[in-house]
């Protein structure tokens, strides 16, 4: 019985460890690329109307914003997901980077992974537009990223498909491509 006291103590102070040490940087946990037969102009437009992400990215329920001002740096949104045996819960959004047709970047608070998404958008031919994703998560520490990161970037990466075939989709005009 002592000896497994012990055992637990000595794992319980490593996992404390861990949980303080830090990454140096946000891990990335997604990066995505689509193109979408759409100008970057009709793409951007419609990516950075954050009110129309319930359309695309799945578990999004509502989305609006804040405060009624131009999309800028700090301009804030509140949307909610749909979860499993909670049900739906609400997560805050602020815009970090917003640069018109090329860059759109917004953070979460959701607790679970503190998202950073990060969208830029570049000309791929007459009428074409490669909208590249990329998710970081600001949680840093090697506890975080030994255990649940692991399990984030597995589901992340199949909802961030999803939503970007989605997004694909609505804005070439051929609705659920999913058939569902």
Known sequence: MMGKLIALAIVSTIAAIFAQIELNNDPLVVTKDVVIKKNRSA??????NLRTYPSWYPGLVWMQEVEHSNMKPGKRF??????????????????????????????????AHQ???????QDE???????????????RSYFFFGTFFQIFKYTLDQRVTGALLTLRGNLQGEGNVFGI
């Open 43 to 48: 793409v951007f437009g419609y990516v950075s």
């Open 78 to 111: 509140i949307g909610a997901y749909w979860v499993p045996i909670i049900g739906e819960l609400n997560e805050n959004f602020k815009i970090v980077a917003y640069d018109e047709n090329k860059k759109l970047a917004f953070e979460s608070d959701f607790f």
């Open 115 to 121: 998202p950073r998404i990060v969208m830029t958008f």
């Open 125 to 139: 031919g007459k009428d074409r537009t490669r909208l590249t994703w990329k998710m970081f998560t600001q949680r």
